[in-house]
């Protein structure tokens, strides 16, 4: 029927087969990241237990499949089955049915990732959460092969890129004077909460670049976004901004999968025109066997849209707010939501230092030794690894105890388990300096870190030069008394 055709995108079957398999596989590692970490840190007896939050909570943030009891053994059966489901997707087999079999592959992603960030307390605390919810929510009707994909759902995720750039484009403007006077980026790169191998490198560069990096931060996510919303070559111009500022943040940080999830949705603003014009082995229109999509599946698609449209006052009105809010869940499903990040910019990096010793007495002379993690800095010779898109959730909140309540309730627990030598809590660590051995004493201290300038580097071959700041804990023992 003639009154339908606007329903189809025909010319965003490449940008719809990005989507599907890139949303699958961040799922895959999102899920994969849950069965490594989730039950040291949140399971029956982790830092953070999720049994004892349902005991004591009389509601949870959102709905959850562990409302009704949680047993590490359904924590595992929900990871496993997610990695499944996020791993068929990417394969592209559900895509090979109808339309309604992705989109119930993806719904079940969503409602089973959603049932892990709602008990996830401070560890599923991060943006990218509610964000990989709300894009397994909208990819879920894109469709299957058989059928173009639709029009308001490829407008849906340009309006979550738009919410996901210019809400942090907006954070920054109205934060710290540092994004003001283009000297946010003097810092960042040497304090952001988990360097990678190229952060020192890029820190190094002369502040002329830095101040260049502010500008193009500014443009790319205060002015590009409404462009998105242009079909053809202007959208595709647009995209390919937000794609490139995206990689020089994966190639310089780790802010696990937030970076590349935002490249694989700002990629559905490159139409198939576009693709083969760049790349002439891309057909130019990949088309699907249907001319146009059945009348069944239109009312779903549009009652979904429906719906993402109506939630999206809430976004909307906290964009246009003086006092906006960051990374925020208007509703309790996590769709449409607030985004953005790094609203000021940490001047210092204050680590956190955790020691211990086998002596019996807890002085200057004892031999103290240094715990390590995965990604947080420690070891002042070693070179930060590349981690995201994988989340390392313990090393992450590590980086903010500096910043707020420097006792959090999880470290005591941590700090107990060290103690104990607990082979999981160890298992979340690079590196046990006792080899399984509990210590007799820990302590906690507080350096400054900063990165070594290259005529340091050549002397020392240290990348980190690192000044005490000061005690945090003083030695203690079991029960940390």
Not at 114 to 127: A, C, D, E, K, R
Not at 305 to 328: D, E, F, I, K, T
Request: aromatic share 14%; proline share 7%.
């Amino acid at each position: 029927m003639d009154w339908t055709v606007w329903f189809d995108a025909h010319d965003y079957e490449v940008a719809r087969q990005v989507l599907q398999r890139g949303i699958g596989a961040l799922a895959v590692v999102a899920f994969w990241s849950t069965l490594n970490q989730f039950r040291p840190l949140l399971g029956e007896h982790g830092l953070l237990p999720v049994p004892e939050l349902l005991r004591r909570a009389s509601w949870l943030r959102g709905p959850s499949l562990f409302r009704w009891g949680y047993t590490d053994r359904r924590l595992v059966a929900v990871a496993v089955a997610g990695i499944a489901l996020g791993t068929s997707i990417v394969l592209g087999l559900p895509q090979l049915g109808p339309p309604w079999l992705p989109m119930l592959v993806f719904l079940a992603l969503w409602l089973l990732y959603l049932s892990i960030v709602n008990v996830g307390q401070t560890f599923y605390g991060f943006g990218w959460e509610m964000l990989l919810c709300e894009a397994l929510f909208t990819a879920a009707f894109l469709g299957s092969d058989q059928v173009p994909p639709p029009v308001t759902v490829i407008v849906a995720v340009w309006w979550l890129v738009f919410r996901l750039e210019f809400g942090a484009g907006m954070i920054k403007i109205r934060g710290g004077r540092e994004w003001r006077d283009l000297t946010a980026l003097m810092y960042h790169h040497e304090t952001q909460p988990m360097p990678g191998p190229l952060s020192r490198q890029a820190h190094l560069l002369p502040p002329w670049f830095h101040r260049g990096e502010v500008l193009g931060n500014h443009f790319a996510q205060l002015v590009v976004p409404f462009l998105l919303f242009v079909p053809g070559w202007v959208g595709a111009a647009a995209a390919v901004v937000v794609i490139v500022t995206q990689l020089w943040l994966i190639v310089t940080g780790n802010f696990a999968w937030l970076n590349w999830i935002t490249v694989v949705l700002a990629a559905s603003a490159v139409p198939d025109s576009v693709w083969h014009a760049i790349i002439p082995a891309i057909p130019q229109s990949l088309g699907t066997d249907a001319t146009a999509s059945p009348l069944w599946w239109m009312p779903i698609v549009l009652v979904a849209s429906a719906l993402l449209l109506v939630l999206s006052w809430w976004p909307l009105r906290n964009l246009l707010a003086h006092r906006q809010l960051m990374n925020a869940a208007f509703n309790r499903w996590m769709l449409v939501n607030a985004y953005g990040a790094f609203g000021t910019v940490t001047k210092r990096r204050i680590e956190i230092v955790v020691e211990g010793t086998l002596d019996e007495v807890p002085d200057e002379d004892a031999a103290w030794r240094e715990y390590g993690f995965k990604g947080k800095p420690g070891d002042v010779r070693a070179l930060p690894r590349q981690w995201a898109p994988y989340h390392l959730r313990l090393d992450w909140l590590m980086w903010f105890l500096p910043l707020g309540r420097l006792w959090e309730p999880w470290f005591e627990v941590l700090l107990e388990r060290l103690l104990a030598a607990d082979a999981p809590t160890l298992a979340l660590l690079a590196h046990d300096p006792f080899d399984g051995v509990p210590p007799r004493w820990l302590r906690v201290r507080a350096y400054h870190y900063r990165f070594a300038t290259r005529r340091e580097f050549l002397a020392t071959r240290e990348r980190w030069v690192r000044t005490l700041e000061g005690e945090v804990m003083p030695p203690a023992t079991s029960g940390l008394e």
